[in-house]
């Protein structure tokens, strides 16, 4: 029992570090889209929160999943399904006035990204499953252990 307490704060402190690094890189690349400092440096930080979060949590959903049996793919699909879980929730309560002052901007890609709450859902859902995949994959297979060993 205690090895697996040890094992899940290892893997969610591993996961926040890969969230955080992963999310704020997704989260320039995304921001690069409204083609100002101000919007990549903003994504940026909000990728940091969210890969974060995203990271500590798939870290330890990975251990509860695979263990130390699972290994890169199944952590990996173990963070692309809570990945797109999580960011479709957080996507469907971003504020009206966000998505407004986005659509403002005037940019065609970003108004057609927020138009609606479903479109940004999808988009946020996208965005967190790739910091989720990455970090589950990562997280999978540093926790699998070779056959013979126990």
Not at 36 to 57: D, K, N, P, V
Not at 86 to 103: E, N, Y
């Amino acid at each position: 029992m205690a090895e697996n307490k040890i094992s899940y704060m290892k893997s969610s402190t591993f996961g926040a570090g890969l969230g955080l690094v992963f999310g704020t890189i997704v989260g320039a690349i995304t921001g690069s889209l409204s083609m100002s400092w101000e919007g990549i440096l903003f994504c940026m930080a909000a990728g940091g929160i969210l890969g974060l979060l995203t990271g500590t949590l798939t870290g330890a959903i990975t251990v509860w999943t695979t263990g130390s049996t699972g290994g890169v793919s199944t952590g990996a699909y173990t963070g692309m399904l809570f990945g797109a879980l999580l960011g479709g929730v957080l996507g469907i309560f971003i504020p009206d006035s966000f998505r407004t002052s986005v659509a403002a901007l005037g940019i065609l890609i970003l108004k057609v990204l927020t138009q609606g709450r479903f479109e940004t859902a999808v988009l946020l859902s996208f965005l967190v499953s790739l910091v989720g995949t990455i970090v589950g994959a990562w997280t999978g297979g540093r926790n699998l252990k070779p056959r013979g060993q126990k």
